[in-house]
Every structure is written in C-alpha cells, then in structure tokens.
C-alpha cells in the first residue's frame, strides 16, 4: 500500500480483494443522483481516495442489488441496536464496509475482524477510534477474536455479523463458526448473508465474472437456497430463531424484491440474509 498525491494504493489479491467490489457497488449507488437505496457517504469518499482499477469491475449493474442487500442488512443491526442499546457489534471479514457510520446510535462498540492485509489497509482508510471502534487483525475461524469483545460485555448484547464472508468458506467451517459463537455468546445473535446454490455451481464452473471479462470473483465454496434457512439451526442445538429476512422494495425490476423469496425463477437466483438468534442463560461474554 502507498499514497501518491493524496491517494492511496491498495493492493489485495483473492478473497480479500472482493471487498473493493462490494465497495465500489455500495459507492456507485450511493452517488446516484435523485432517488437511491443507500446513503453512504463514506464510501464514496473511500472510493475516490483509493487508488486501485475499479473499472475492472465493469458497469456496476449490481449496485442496486447490493444496496438492497445492506438495506436489509442495517435494518437488521439497528433493530439489535434499538433493543440492546450500547450493544457490541463483531464484524467479522468486515473489508473497507461503513456500515458503523451508516447505524451508529451514539452508543455502539464495534469490533470489526478481518485478515492481517485487510485490517492494515483498513486500518490505514479508517482509523480506529477506541473505545468504540476497533479493528483486529484474526481470521474468524480463530476463535480468540472472541476474547477481545471486551470485558463486562453481557453476551445477549452481541450481534457477531459475517456478511459477504461464509460464502467462501467450506459449509462445515461456515456451520462449525456459528455453532461456536452459539456456545460462546449465548442469549446473542448472528446474521449473515449466503448465495443461492446455483450462483455458486456457476461460480465454481469458471462462469461469473465482471461483464467485459476483466474481474473474476474468487471460488465461492457454500451456498444454500432461500427456502433452506430452518437448515441452519441444525448447526447447534443452541440456536432457538432463524429468520430469513425480507428485502425492501427498490426500482424497475427491483420493485419485486421484497416477493422475490416466493416467486419461482427467481426464487433460486436469491441471496439469503439469516438472522439467527442463540437461547442459553446470557451472562457475561468474557
Ligand atoms: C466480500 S468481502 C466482504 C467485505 C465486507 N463485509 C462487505 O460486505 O463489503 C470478504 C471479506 O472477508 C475477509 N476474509 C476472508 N477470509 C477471512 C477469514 N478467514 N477471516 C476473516 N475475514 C476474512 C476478506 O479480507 C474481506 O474483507
């Protein structure tokens, strides 16, 4: 990473490179003139200081999508916040997401998780601001993040959050991960977003990409279908709510979002968010 005139190099390969994709989508949408989904200021400033091809990711034709994703995803960490006030959040493979700034109730503790060369570039970008905000370098399936979600912290008042993470883990990783947040944080919650099993057979088969070619996104390794959600309970017994959460309404074609879960055909081309919620006598998380 350097900075050249005020902007900065970001060099990232892999999964962690995926991050400037969901970036650059959250940005373009936010930057639309008129009506948009999503409010993001953050991002589109990150953006225009990042040095990095973004054009390599072709048209954003999937800013809506993505928009409508983080709608239905914020709306879910702020009705956490409203029943939990100063709660903790634990962003696990959190990337260069603003999500903080988007939900922040003046009270949140936020911990975002990510690998060693994402949390530097993260770090560089977006400070960490203790006690508040902080940042740590872990892969989430080292489960010592879970001692830094900071002493005192009652465990019904963290929500461990994975969005755009499981996806590229192995499904018995991705089931084994929440199973230990359920036996570690009971009485809290974890919510994360997975792709319909056809979108990954077609990710594995070499077949998605950006349009022109130029971006391949890396190998998705779990995916799950809409209608499979009541499956994930089966990942600890601990578990007592799965909830498939519904999107909002957005434009064009985007208006049948929030049915989008009931129609056939499209049905099977539908990310899933899953709010689950973990039973237990919720003491303290340390
Ligand atoms: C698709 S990006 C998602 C970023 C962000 N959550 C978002 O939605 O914009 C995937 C993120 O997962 C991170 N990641 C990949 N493997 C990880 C692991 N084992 N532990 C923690 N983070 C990981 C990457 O560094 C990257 O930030």
């Known amino acids: 990473m350097s900075a050249e005139n005020e902007r900065i190099k970001v060099e990232l390969e892999g999964v962690p490179e995926t991050l400037l994709w969901n970036l650059y989508n959250r940005a373009e949408e936010a930057r639309r003139p008129g009506s948009r989904l999503l ?17 390599r990711f072709g048209a ?13 995803l914020d709306d879910e960490v702020r009705r956490f916040l409203a029943e939990r006030p100063g709660g903790t959040v634990v962003a696990l493979g959190e990337g260069l997401e603003t999500q903080f700034w988007r939900v922040d109730d003046g009270r949140v503790r936020w911990l975002s998780v990510d690998l060693p060369e994402t949390v530097e570039v993260r770090r560089t970008l977006l400070p960490d601001d203790p006690p508040r905000r902080r940042s740590l370098a872990c892969s989430a399936l080292d489960l010592r993040w879970m001692d830094e979600v900071g002493d005192g912290v009652a465990s019904r008042d963290v929500m461990v959050t994975a969005q755009g993470l499981l996806m ?119």
């Not at 034709?61 to 709608?71: E, N, T, V």
């Not at 950006?210 to 499956?231: C, F, I, L």
Request: aromatic share 10%.
């Open 60 to 72: 954003a034709s999937m800013a809506q999508w993505h928009a409508l994703r983080i709608r239905c």
């Open 168 to 286: 590229y883990l192995p499904e018995a990783e991705a089931k084994g991960l929440i199973a230990a947040c359920a036996e570690r944080f009971p009485g809290g919650r974890f919510l994360f977003d997975a792709l319909p099993r056809a979108m990954v057979a077609r990710n594995q088969a070499g077949a998605l990409g950006s349009s022109d070619g130029r971006y391949r996104a890396p190998r998705w390794e779990w995916g799950m279908d809409v209608t499979e959600y009541r499956k994930v309970a089966a990942a600890s017994p601990r578990i007592t709510e799965v909830r498939s959460l519904r999107f909002p309404r957005g434009r064009g074609l985007y208006a049948l979002a929030p049915l989008s879960h009931r129609i056939p055909g499209l049905r099977s081309l539908r990310m899933s968010i899953i709010a689950v919620r973990f039973g237990g006598d919720p003491g303290s998380a340390e």
């Open 39 to 55: 409010d993001d200021p953050r991002a589109v400033e990150l953006v225009d200081r990042i040095d990095y091809p973004f054009e």
